[in-house]
């Protein structure tokens, strides 16, 4: 069984070792980042080339009482780096296109330029190419009336930003982590990858190389296509979290070291850090390891239960643990929240079949289901103090040595539950 096997850090000198290795790691990444914003910042002005990422319209009153509506751009740089920017309100729509622009952002500091900034612009020239992923937007805007519906799923194929009402409709039904690809969606394709393989590649295995292992030739071919998948999706934080603990969980475990582990997760935060120190800045990213720390979390405390009350446990234990995030990040609730638990458990079976009914071009046979979930939403705003999520973290972390903070930790998430609840009825 995978929880006996052995540690990863036998004694302090080897995690000090490693640690010793991050740290320079991250020194070096963070000069480089500090090269390139020096650069940045050289001038008044620099032009960079970069694609939309959201556009949306705000309106305001100006000087003359009057209310002024203008289009902000969400923008991510070739360089890497995000920044915000407003044009005008008729300007048309970009998003997902490339862009080459002039920005101003001279005076921004070091630290705006790691999380991102805003800044004035001017739009220099539109590439009128039709990437890939517009190619699939195009794609599933066709198969799909409703806007609505089609933005579902661009944002679970092409992890295309979800419009701020549906954002906020699925926030309240307690089901944004379905939308926002991660761990999950990647864990699904992996083992639709495994098995679609298994079988051409067991057959082509018993005529042409019997000594070949399909553990290892399914895992290169699987983690190939989806590092192709990541890229393709510009990597997003929790997406690049996943993939990286991937490498790292069969790297560990091909070498016999236990991965159901808060060691593994360290390492994996470690590394991530060392080399793409803007995720510390990333709210994505801390979500997702949120999620994997509960898991390890639950396997570690009942790991002695039989496998199918874990399955039947798990959701619920997730749920209830990421509870207070949703509540004081996003402050919104529905009576229909603690159903997420169902819809989440579904999901597993919908990701997949849903691709595969896009593809033989009956991707619209769950329109009718989606809008009916839709509907369901009665959106209200909780609000909890930001020092309940402290606490909650801080029982977190005890809970890994001490089974107390745990049952504490616990009860605290029932609690803002039933108040969450009796605030929205």
Not at 224 to 247: E, K, N, W
């Amino acid at each position: 069984m995978l929880l006996e096997k052995v540690q990863l850090f036998n004694t302090k000198k080897d995690f000090f070792i490693f640690l010793l290795g991050c740290f320079f790691i991250l020194n070096y990444t963070l000069l480089i980042e500090y090269n390139n914003y020096k650069k940045l910042t050289q001038f008044d002005s620099t032009i960079t080339k970069a694609i939309v990422l959201k556009q949306y319209s705000k309106t305001k009153i100006n000087k003359h009482n009057k209310l002024k509506t203008y289009q902000i751009l969400k923008l991510k740089s070739s360089q890497d780096f995000t920044f915000y920017t407003s044009q005008n309100n008729t300007i048309q729509n970009l998003l997902g296109k490339y862009i080459t622009i002039e920005i101003w952002a001279g005076k921004i500091s070091f630290y705006e330029y790691m999380t991102s900034f805003y800044t004035f612009s001017k739009i220099l020239h539109i590439n009128t190419t039709i990437t890939l992923k517009q190619q699939l937007n195009f794609t599933l805007d066709a198969k799909h009336k409703d806007s609505n519906i089609s933005s579902i799923y661009k944002a679970l194929y092409s992890a295309t930003p979800l419009p701020k009402r549906l954002q906020e409709t699925f926030s309240a039904l307690g089901i944004s982590h379905l939308l926002a690809i991660s761990g999950f969606h990647l864990g699904v394709l992996a083992t639709l990858l495994y098995f679609l393989l298994k079988l051409p590649y067991k057959f082509l295995q018993n005529r042409y190389f019997p000594y070949r292992n399909y553990k290892l030739d399914s895992f290169i071919f699987i983690a190939f296509t989806l590092l192709i998948y990541v890229i393709f999706l510009d990597s997003p934080p929790s997406l690049l979290r996943a993939y990286t603990m991937m490498i790292v969980g069969f790297f560990l475990y091909d070498r016999g070291y236990k991965i159901i582990s808060m060691q593994t997760l360290l390492l994996t935060i470690l590394l991530l850090l060392s080399f793409f120190p803007r995720l510390f800045f990333a709210l994505g990213f801390w979500l997702s390891i949120a999620g994997v720390f509960y898991i390890f979390l639950f396997l570690i405390y009942f790991k002695n239960l039989t496998k199918i009350w874990q399955f039947l446990l798990l959701p619920i234990w997730v749920y209830l643990m990421m509870l207070p995030y949703s509540l004081i990040i996003f402050g919104s609730f529905s009576i229909y929240h603690p159903l997420s638990i169902i819809w989440t458990s579904l999901f597993t079976l919908f990701y997949p079949l849903s691709i595969f009914l896009h593809f033989i071009n009956f991707g619209d046979i769950f329109d009718t289901m989606l809008n009916e979930l839709l509907s369901l939403s009665s959106l209200k705003s909780v609000y909890f103090h930001p020092l309940w999520l402290q606490i909650f973290i801080g029982l977190s972390l005890l809970s890994i040595k001490n089974i107390w903070s745990m049952y504490i930790m616990f009860s605290l998430s029932i609690t803002m539950l039933i108040y969450s609840i009796y605030q929205v009825t």
